[in-house]
T-cell receptor, first 110, second 115 residues
Framework: EDKVVQSPLSLVVHEGDTVTLNCSYE??????LLWYKQEKKAPTFLFML????IEKKSGRLSSILDKKELFSILNITATQTGDSAVYLC??????????FGTGTRLQVTL | DVKVTQSSRYLVKRTGEKVFLECVQD?????MFWYRQDPGLGLRLIYF???????EKGDIPEGYSVSREKKERFSLILESASTNQTSMYLC??????????????FGSGTRLTVV
């Protein structure tokens, strides 16, 4: 059975801090790892990673995958209150279905 | 932009009622998925479908069924709703090869309360 574990479960930081969110996984025939941001509604897509060691970047957010050690990290620099959300990590394997972790709840305070 | 439309944002149903949750996508995508989301448990896959009239059980199919009569529409059915099915239900779809550079697209969710 595919499995995704995210840590920490939640954290509170001050605006301007840098945070690192962790995702480890076990999946049969790994195809991709995806990061989503979820505020009050449906998850919105951030990144998809398929290759080890290649950083994906979008503004203050970046992510990297280590296929040997089976984990990924999501970095957010210079955090803002608008970054407050639940961040979800998911993987796809043989069956093209997404298996999610339970998420990391990030709260950014002034 | 790809769109996924779920018919209701909020629903309140009584125990024992038959409940239909509808999901429609505006792309010609084969893969569609139903998830439920609960605090502390994350998103869990209920059922998915790779094509019309095809369905596959996900991780928690008990108490649910699905219908896929047309490619664009994937319905989740609660045959006899129970209070432990109170949850947020999310529909998603992807192109046939799995996630593309835009990931999987989710609908805005249906928050179902069973009383």
């Amino acid at each position: 059975e595919d499995k995704v574990v995210q840590s920490p479960l939640s954290l509170v930081v001050h605006e301007g801090d840098t945070v690192t969110l962790n995702c480890s996984y076990e999946v049969t025939n790994f195809r991709s790892l995806l990061w989503y941001k979820q505020e009050k509604k449906a998850p919105t897509f951030l990144f998809m990673l398929t290759s080890s060691g290649i950083e994906k970047k979008s503004g203050r957010l970046s992510s990297i995958l280590d296929k040997k050690e089976l984990f990924s990290i999501l970095n957010i620099t210079a955090t803002q209150t608008g970054d407050s959300a639940v961040y979800l990590c998911a993987v796809t394997g043989t069956a093209s279905k997404l298996t999610f972790g339970t998420g990391t709840r990030l709260q950014v305070t002034l | 932009d790809v769109k996924v439309t779920q018919s209701s944002r909020y629903l309140v149903k009584r125990t024992g009622e038959k409940v239909f949750l509808e999901c429609v996508q505006d792309m010609d995508h084969e893969n569609m998925f139903w998830y439920r989301q609960d605090p502390g448990l994350g998103l869990r896959l209920i059922y998915f479908s790779y094509d019309v009239k095809m369905k596959e059980k996900g991780d928690i199919p008990e108490g649910y069924s699905v219908s896929r009569e047309k490619k664009e529409r994937f319905s989740l059915i609660l045959e006899s709703a129970s209070t432990n099915q109170t949850s947020m239900y999310l529909c998603a779809h992807s192109p046939p090869q799995g996630a593309d550079r835009n990931g999987y697209t989710f609908g805005s969710g249906t928050r179902l309360t069973v009383v």
